[in-house]
């Protein structure tokens, strides 16, 4: 089997990997500067084949351009007209998953309140440093004024798009594409009102709209249309800090921006497409609309204004030689039709035991037996019996092996062990002592009072006591070095003695059988304790089992 197709066969699972795209290579859309790894691949020199050139993608588009900010968007029906946007792009694909797009949106977007509001402290509305000749009944801050505006826009971006639907394990032609995208760019508008009737006179928005309420707001904006003429003939309020082009009668702000979007290519045929995109463009402004002040005109809003642009286009394919772009292709079809060459011409498996005769090293297993990868007879504890008839197949090394299983020595019975531990204990029932100490148990600070925590240790000396009859306990109490001396030897006896009233409660074993001792602050487990941590340890009560008389 050949050093591509072997590998070929594992391209199954990183097939974004493979650069060919085709079911055949054709070599005319190979460029020259990758015909040599073309060559090496053809020749079975390398697993790799080479890239070949790919379409530009150029289009058209149009759709609905909407300012999201502090006026209502009218995108159709209102007054000035429809908000429209249109565009054009074009785009290279980078590789199976990503490619560049260079585009450019223009267009108009409008908006209208359907309430009124009062001007506050809009410097265009206002008259504030701005040539806007019959704003002057305007320059009181509290008089009524429905806001509305007129945005143009042109908008050049950079995006990196991303498809995530062209590889494809069940199907080769990839008809619909899905895409994200994110970018940056340049953003330039400009925004106007409708302030001013036919004689240059402000709007009586004060006497139009009444009565407000929500549920009457198709009313009101019927009500305000009806008064505007649809002229935008006032400049709107701009940032003067920002990068703008012009006077204050003409101003355009220019912005760095952000973009995401999202959306679908349809591949009519190799060189046709329509597209369907949502963009979200972010220029980092609140002015997008000519407003940024609350309801009560004193104080800006808290958030930024964002375009929304939703379109329709067509793309077309260019380029000779080249494949079509790469977010229509899938990449496992050349993949797939390669993997139909290299399966093996010969499945023949004599000896019924998994493994064909191409790759079996021992084609005449008996029947039954259990083989390894190779088809070769198993013997998982190497005794020297097949699997197939060692009635113990995993037999222990740690002991002789007879007639293929374990040979076992004598085993303790639970008789001798428990023989084994009294043994154990010989010393100290027969008189002879012992080092050997039983838990110890703790107390609080200036207390003799047994604690919850100490019970399990307590239980393990009340069982030892109650089977070993003939053994004694002594009982020695300890106190820290904390308080007088007299005060200490006293505490260390009543600990000791409340461990032991506690084991003749608790387990019946008869108050002959302690030795009471108490050291108070003499023998300390922890010499110059310090930390409570420390003196806790040296508050205690000790058991140590002795010879008995």
Same mark, same amino acid.
């Given at each position: 089997m050949s050093i591509k197709r072997t590998l070929l066969a594992l391209l199954v699972f990183a097939a974004p990997a493979v650069y060919a795209q085709n079911p055949s290579i054709n070599e005319e859309n190979i460029p020259d500067g990758r015909m040599e790894q073309h060559e090496q691949f053809m020749a079975d020199e390398?697993?790799?084949?080479?890239?070949?050139?790919?379409?530009?993608?150029?289009?058209?588009?149009?759709g609905a351009l909407n300012v999201a900010g502090d006026v209502a968007a009218r995108p159709i029906g209102g007054v000035g007209g429809v908000s429209l946007g249109y565009g054009a792009f074009v785009r290279k694909a980078l590789g199976y998953g990503t490619s560049l797009r260079l585009g450019y949106v223009g267009g108009t977007s409008y908006g209208q309140n359907w309430d009124r509001q009062a001007t506050g402290r809009n410097r265009a509305l206002l008259n504030v440093g701005y040539e806007n000749p019959g704003l002057n009944d305007l320059g009181d801050p509290y008089v009524a004024f429905v806001h509305n505006f007129e945005t143009k826009v042109h908008d050049i971006?950079?995006?990196?798009?991303?498809?995530?639907?062209?590889?494809?394990?069940?199907?080769?032609?990839?008809?619909?594409?899905?895409?994200?995208?994110?970018?940056?760019g340049l953003f330039l508008y400009k925004t106007a009102y409708d302030a001013l009737d036919a004689n240059g006179a402000p709007y009586d928005f004060y006497n139009t709209v009444n009565n407000v309420s929500y549920s009457n707001r198709s009313d009101q904006r019927d009500a305000v249309e009806g008064l505007m003429d649809g002229e935008f003939e006032t400049?709107?309020?701009?940032?003067?800090?920002?990068?703008?082009?012009?006077?204050?009668?003409?101003?355009?702000?220019?912005?760095?921006?952000?973009s995401l979007s999202a959306g679908l290519n349809i591949r009519v045929s190799k060189r046709i497409s329509i597209d369907l995109e949502h963009r979200v463009i972010m220029p980092f402004d609140d002015l997008l609309d000519g407003q940024r002040?609350?309801?009560?005109?004193?104080t800006f809003t808290s958030s930024? #204004?964002?375009?929304?642009?939703?379109?329709? *286009?067509?793309?077309?394919? &260019?380029?000779?030689?080249? =494949?079509? %772009?790469?977010?229509?292709?899938?990449?496992?079809?050349?993949?797939?039709?390669?993997?139909?060459?290299?399966?093996?011409? #010969?499945?023949?498996?004599?000896?019924?035991? *998994?493994?064909?005769?191409? &790759?079996?090293?021992?084609? =005449?297993? %008996?029947?039954?037996?259990?083989?390894?990868?190779?088809?070769m007879t198993l013997d998982s504890d190497k005794d020297g019996c097949p699997d197939g008839e060692d009635p113990e197949p995993f037999s222990s090394p740690q002991f002789p092996i007879q007639d293929c299983q374990n040979v076992m020595g004598n085993l303790?019975?639970?008789?001798?062990?428990?023989?084994?531990?009294?043994n154990k204990l010989e010393p100290v029932l027969g008189g002879a002592g012992s080092n050997w100490f039983l838990p110890n148990i703790h107390f609080d600070l200036n207390s003799s009072r047994i604690k919850a925590e100490s019970y399990d240790e307590l239980a393990y000396v009340g069982e030892v006591m109650k089977k070993y009859k003939d053994l004694k306990i002594e009982v020695v109490g300890h106190a820290d070095i904390r308080g007088s001396e007299a005060y200490n030897t006293d505490l260390s006896r009543n600990r000791a003695e409340a461990a032991i009233t506690f084991l003749k409660e608790k387990y019946g074993v008869s108050e002959g059988r302690f030795i009471l001792k108490?050291?108070?602050?003499?023998?300390p487990l922890y010499d110059g304790a310090r930390a409570e941590s420390q003196h806790r340890v040296n508050r205690r009560v000790e058991f140590k089992p002795v010879a008995g008389n």
């Open positions: 390398t697993p790799y084949p080479a890239k070949p050139r790919n379409m530009w993608s150029v289009g058209l588009h149009v971006s950079l995006d990196a798009m991303y498809n995530f639907n062209n590889l494809k394990f069940h199907k080769g032609q990839n008809t619909v594409s899905f895409f994200v995208g994110a970018g940056g400049p709107a309020e701009y940032d003067e800090d920002r990068w703008t082009f012009g006077d204050s009668a003409d101003a355009t702000t220019a912005r760095l921006r952000a002040w609350e309801y009560g005109g004193r930024n #204004d964002v375009m929304h642009y939703t379109s329709l *286009g067509l793309s077309i394919q &260019l380029g000779g030689n080249a =494949d079509e %772009p790469s977010w229509f292709v899938n990449p496992m079809d050349y993949v797939y039709n390669e993997l139909k060459e290299i399966q093996p011409t #010969d499945m023949t498996d004599s000896d019924g035991d *998994g493994v064909i005769d191409l &790759l079996d090293e021992e084609v =005449d297993t %008996p029947e039954n037996y259990p083989v390894d990868s190779k088809g303790l019975t639970a008789e001798e062990v428990e023989q084994l531990i009294d108490y050291e108070g602050e003499s023998a």
